[in-house]
């Protein structure tokens, strides 16, 4: 899995069943000093089945897994308590099913 968002501090690694992403957030709400971070995803255009998921802080890392289907793309933005986002500059975090 290419993770073309390395350098805004996120990193996704694919378990062996595929049916769940793992995530490690070190972006900008984390290097501002946020305490608790989520992940908020959603599948397709239209953010379908959108969950919130706390992350776990690990160090200076948050991390997550978050359920993954190959046939739909799954968008992700992180959230911190105060509701500050890091949404990729609005375009969203998303892996492609391809």
């Known amino acids: 899995m290419t993770n073309f968002y390395s350098a805004n501090g996120i990193n996704f690694t694919n378990p062996r069943d595929k049916t769940a992403i793992n995530v490690t957030y070190n972006g900008l709400l984390a290097k501002s000093g946020a305490n608790t971070i989520y992940a908020v995803c959603g599948y397709g255009d239209k953010w379908e089945n959108e969950s919130t998921i706390k992350m776990t802080k690990n160090n200076d890392n948050f991390v997550a897994t978050l ?10 933005a992180f959230k911190d308590a105060y509701n500050n986002w890091d949404n990729n500059n609005g375009s969203n975090y998303t892996i492609t099913n391809a």
Not at 67 to 76: A, E, M, R
């Open 67 to 76: 359920p993954f289907s190959k046939t739909v793309d799954l968008n992700i």
